[in-house]
């Protein structure tokens, strides 16, 4: 499966687009859409959307990948849309090491839904971005996507 235009949509205004690199929420150096800048990257210039575009497109593959590899169970297309925005934004890791993904591969659609919900916070604080984005991200999963999400 491929991300839609609508997960990918979500995910573009998620995330934002900012030319210049920037420190994410975890104090990560980042770029354009949320790209986490590897330690041989360097951006001094910074990029333009289409550049930015270029690096999404990989990003986002990575992100198909991960989803791929790690659910052994069938998905619709807003549920793979919701699970690529969650990879994408937290990282290949969280998603194999989570309750989600334990739900989800034994078959509880619901309750991997449900716990979509509880990756809102940054630490102990709940940030109200994520919780926008993982509401978002819950509606795609159960076909009931209407809104867009505020940059996370």
């Not at 790209?35 to 951006?43: D, Q």
């Not at 210039?45 to 990575?62: K, M, T, Y």
Request: with cysteine; aromatic share 10%.
């Amino acid at each position: 499966m491929q991300l839609s235009a609508a997960g990918l949509g979500l995910l573009k205004t998620s995330e934002g687009f900012r030319p210049t690199t920037y420190f994410d929420i975890a104090g990560i150096p980042t770029i354009g859409y949320g790209h986490r800048l590897e330690p041989t990257e360097s951006f001094p210039d910074g990029i333009c959307p289409a550049e930015a575009e270029v690096i999404l497109s990989w990003d986002v593959r990575q992100a198909e990948l991960a989803v791929s590899r790690f659910v052994k169970v069938p998905l619709t297309q807003g549920q793979f849309d919701a699970l690529v925005d969650f990879t994408f934004n937290l990282g290949a890791c969280r998603l194999a090491t989570s309750t989600l993904l334990q739900d989800l591969n034994a078959g509880k659609y619901d309750d991997a839904a449900v716990q979509l919900l509880r990756w809102d916070h940054s630490g102990d604080h709940e940030v109200a971005a994520l919780k926008t984005r993982r509401e978002a991200e819950y509606r795609l999963w159960t076909g009931h996507a209407t809104g867009q999400a505020a940059a996370a």
